[in-house]
């Protein structure tokens, strides 16, 4: 490996780590205007109840587009199409 590839590769693993950062800030603040919306519908609720960061990584990878419709449909709340 040329010592100008590895000044790339430096350079661009300092650029990627300097947006986790930005985006880490970011996921904080929205995790906090998040909590404080749910707590204004809901109320206040005790921590162990709320959804903790690694249940929303799993719902979000195992969503499959269009299944929430899917469901309300079993359940006769969505609307069907007229025939």
Same mark, same amino acid.
């Given at each position: ?6 000044? %790339? @590769? +430096? ?5 990627? !780590?300097? =947006? ?8 904080? #603040? ?6 404080? %919306? @749910? +707590? ?5 609720? !005790?921590? =162990? ?8 990584? #799993? ?25």
């Amino acid at each position: 490996m040329n010592p100008s590839n590895e000044e %790339l @590769y +430096q350079k661009r693993i300092a650029e990627l !780590e300097a =947006e986790n950062a930005r985006l880490r800030k970011r996921l904080d #603040v929205i995790t906090a205007d998040r909590r404080q %919306l @749910y +707590q204004r519908v809901y109320g206040p609720a !005790e921590e =162990e109840y709320m959804a903790t960061d690694e249940e929303y990584l #799993v719902a979000m990878k195992t969503h499959v587009p269009g299944s929430g419709m899917k469901w309300l449909a079993e359940m006769g709340l969505y609307p069907r199409k007229a025939d």
